[in-house]
């Protein structure tokens, strides 16, 4: 039996869980949570500062001869391209980590995670989106996840800017009214609707974040009968299954479990309910499910792999 340390990492936005597993059927040692770690948002000095804590904590609580030994597995937001797992290797080996490191954009490890390994697929939908899956080849392929701008259907940032967009258009006269102009004036806490305005154009950069967080007063009014929020969420919902249909096609089957993530499909039982509707109207071979297990376990998993073929 493998006795190596398994460490997982979720790095995110707003927080980085590490978790540290004891062997390949061993159990877990270690769990805490530390400062965000995403480079995009904190730079690679930020990022070089977190991991520099998680390194000093782990030498403390394993030795440092231990963490030698070990296999380290990442995941987090923004690692896409060559280039990010490169930023991303080097602050880990700069903070102090000599084992066997490698890193996955978040989605992965969430995928790992969900289903218990690397197989069948996954959908996140919560401040961005993304649809990832394991091909006929065994290959990670991935639709959507390309940001607020540019993709992120069914995201709290879509629901969020198409709220703001029909409380103006409901302001101005355009399309009828909705209970989404008040509810997003009370939401916001702003005076009045053209201070609209200065949220969604602050400091020449989109709030993503800040106009996702809006999302639960949609949907609250989805379930209220809204008509306006109604439009926004089928929209959205719609959008997700797009992107599952064109996942499905890239993995080369029509039947698979698909995994999901993100607080909308987490946390909001009406969201997830009307996706799982639509879902089995277009591809009623996809079995939609809650995670087997979090991110973090499924960068566990990864490292146990990696530690038992070493």
């Not at 061993?26 to 390194?55: C, L, M, T």
């Not at 409380?167 to 806490?189: H, Q, S």
């Not at 089928?234 to 797009?242: A, F, L, T, W, Y």
């Amino acid at each position: 039996m493998c006795k190596k340390y398994a460490i997982g990492i979720d790095g995110g936005a707003t927080k980085t869980r590490v978790a540290v597993k004891e062997g390949m059927d061993g159990e877990v040692v270690f769990d805490e949570s530390f400062p965000a770690s995403n480079y995009n948002n904190i730079g690679v000095q930020g990022i070089g500062q977190v991991f520099r804590s998680i390194y000093e904590t782990l030498a403390q609580r394993l030795s440092p001869k231990g963490l030698e030994e070990a296999v380290l597995v990442m995941g987090s937001a923004g690692i896409d391209r060559p280039q990010d797992t490169s930023v991303y290797l080097t602050a880990l080996t700069d903070s102090g980590f000599r084992c066997p490191i490698e890193v996955y954009n978040d989605a992965y490890i969430a995928l790992i995670g969900g289903n218990g390994g690397r197989h069948d697929a996954l959908v996140i939908a919560g401040t961005g989106s993304i649809a990832i899956g394991i091909s006929k080849e065994n290959a990670a392929v991935r639709a959507g996840g390309w940001g607020a701008l540019m993709s992120d259907e069914g995201s709290g940032y879509r629901i969020g800017i198409g709220a703001i967009s029909a409380a103006m258009r409901a302001y101005d006269g355009i399309d009828g009214n909705t209970a989404l102009l008040k509810e997003l004036l009370d939401f916001y806490k702003l005076d009045s609707p053209e201070a609209f305005v200065d949220l969604v154009y602050s400091n020449g950069a989109i709030p993503v974040r800040e106009i996702a967080s809006c999302a639960p007063v949609v949907l609250a009014q989805y379930e209220k009968g809204d008509s306006a929020a109604a439009e926004i969420i089928e929209d959205e919902v719609n959008g997700i299954c797009k992107m599952i249909l064109a996942l499905g096609r890239k993995m080369g089957t029509e039947e698979f479990r698909l995994s999901t993530g993100g607080s909308l499909l987490l946390k909001s039982e009406p969201y997830f309910a009307l996706l799982r509707k639509k879902l089995a109207e277009a591809m009623p071979l996809v079995s939609l499910c809650k995670p087997l297990y979090e991110p973090v376990q499924g960068a566990c998993i990864l490292a146990v792999q990696r530690a038992g073929k070493d």
